[in-house]
């Protein structure tokens, strides 16, 4: 089946720093990647939403200069949180859609546990 | 309103069935899911059903939708503990992106 890796799957790190975090399709190809936010005990939110080659679309809310997306191929998208505060801390996941399919089924990544002092 | 939404939490014995609502929102949605989360990972996709389907059968799965009440539900036969974990359903809005709108999710507990 198809596989999505993220790295790191934790870090920790200090506040005002920015921290990088990379999805990847192992096995095929995402036209399309999405970033979702998971707070403790809570349901996953739509962060961005991402296509290779073109500008992230970012939902309301979401501030496109703190979370800064890139999806510059069909395998890798990063998530960059730029000046953290201990507010971002979160469990970030990303997904991966394969153009084609035919319901288009996302495949996610394990999820990165993003802690900021 | 916007909220997909779902009850918080469900406890079974071991070899009961379980069953988890999911009330969404869209009605244009075109497909709906189910998917499974374990402590500290990422999600599985346990199963889905097109919009003009009323049940899907998959093993030990379930899922029944009521497209005009809006109501989807998933029903676990003879859980087991390994079947503990959060369940979250999800809508697929229309429109290009194709975005999920994920439920409130529900922690299934299983108790031996």
């Given amino acids: ?117 | 309103g916007e909220d997909v939404e779902q009850s918080l939490f469900l406890s079974v014995r071991e070899g009961d069935s379980s069953v988890i609502n999911c009330t969404y929102t869209d009605s244009s949605s075109t497909y709906l899911y189910w998917y499974k989360q374990e402590p500290g990972a990422g999600l599985q996709l346990l199963t889905y059903i097109f919009s003009n389907m009323d049940m899907k059968q998959d093993q030990r799965l379930t899922v029944l939708l009521n497209k005009k009440d809006k109501h989807l539900s998933l029903r676990i036969a003879d859980t087991q503990t390994g079947d503990s974990a959060i369940y979250f359903c999800a809508e697929r809005r229309g429109g290009a992106t194709n975005k999920l709108i994920f439920g409130t999710g529900t922690l299934l507990a299983v108790q031996p």
Avoid at chain 1, 17 to 38: G, N
Avoid at chain 1, 45 to 61: D, I, P, R, V
Avoid at chain 1, 81 to 102: K, Q
């Fill in chain 1, 1 to 117: 089946g198809a596989v999505v890796s993220q790295h790191p799957s934790r870090v920790i790190c200090k506040s005002g720093t920015s921290v990088k975090i990379e999805c990847r399709s192992l096995d095929f190809q995402a036209t399309t990647m999405f970033w979702y936010r998971q707070f403790p005990k809570q349901s996953l939110m739509l962060m961005a939403t991402s296509n290779e080659g073109s500008k992230a679309t970012y939902e309301q809310g979401v501030e496109k200069d703190k979370f800064l997306i890139n999806h510059a191929s069909l395998t890798l998208s990063t998530l960059t949180v730029t000046s953290a505060h201990p507010e971002d801390s979160s469990f970030y996941i990303c997904s991966a859609r394969e153009g084609g399919a035919t319901h288009n089924e996302q495949f996610f990544g394990p999820g990165t546990r993003l802690t900021v002092l």
